[in-house]
């Protein structure tokens, strides 16, 4: 079970638009940065999303990131083939003293 | 550009240790602007953060509450590499292991990460 609730699948036709969400607590979403993840299959996580908000350099403009209170979400403007992945929120938890993952949202392109 | 490389057996048995080594290129495990984590992947428990290391004129680290007993991560400066070792494995601890690379100051934002590590522990 994991401290930060993702929805399990998600999924689009072209050139539509997807989000996907992250719920949390006051220890960990309410007070801190939101990261979302990338995972191709059989690759490393990469960032998508980082500070709730930013979209690191070469990633697509169609990726956009929000968060309101305990919860936050990922939103794919546009979704194209190349998106279906799996995408992973993570952040940091005050009561943990650590980071936490969502458990992960598999976004099928149809 | 920063590249980790990682590196280890891929078979552990129950009870033994697992150990992992991560080699930095393109940045320096000395850094001050750096964080060194251990982070791994199992289908049944998704991703789970296991510890970091991290220099700020000493070295610190960081252990996750479920690991904290068994878990050791060092680095290695005239390597340029950073290290795992979990003790007592169990069929358990058997995932995909991965080192990454956080910015300064940001503790779920992980920049750079290694290729992954799939480690089964069995007999």
């Known amino acids: 079970q994991s401290v930060l609730t993702q929805p399990p699948s998600a999924s689009g036709t072209p050139g539509q638009r997807v989000t996907i969400s992250c719920s949390g607590s006051?220890?960990?979403?309410?007070?801190?940065?939101v990261y979302w993840y990338q995972q191709l299959p059989g690759t490393a996580p990469k960032i998508v999303i980082y500070r709730s908000n930013q979209r690191p350099s070469g990633v697509p403009d169609r990726f956009s990131g929000s968060k309101s209170d305990t919860s936050a979400s990922l939103a794919i403007s546009g979704v194209r083939s190349e998106d279906e992945a799996d995408y992973f929120c993570a952040v940091w938890d005050d009561s943990l003293s650590g980071p936490v993952f969502g458990g992960g949202t598999k976004l099928t392109v149809l | 550009q920063v590249q980790l490389q990682q590196s280890g057996p891929g078979l552990v048995k129950p009870s033994q240790t697992l150990s992992l080594t991560c080699a930095i290129s393109?940045?320096?495990?000395?850094?001050?602007?750096?964080?060194w984590n251990w982070i791994r992947q199992t289908p049944s428990r998704g991703l789970e953060w296991l510890g970091r290391t991290y220099y700020r004129s000493n070295w610190y680290n960081d252990y996750a509450v479920s690991v904290k007993s068994r878990i050791t991560i060092k680095p290695d400066a005239s390597k340029n590499q950073f290290s795992l070792q979990l003790n007592s494995v169990t069929p358990e601890d058997t995932a995909v292991y991965y080192c990454?690379?956080?910015?300064?100051?940001?503790?779920?934002?992980?920049?750079?990460w290694g290729q992954g590590t799939l480690v089964t522990v069995s007999s």
């Open positions: 990454a690379k956080s910015p300064q100051g940001s503790g779920s934002w992980y920049d750079y």
């Open positions: 393109g940045d320096s495990v000395s850094s001050n602007s750096a964080v």
């Open positions: 006051n220890s960990n979403i309410g007070g801190n940065y």
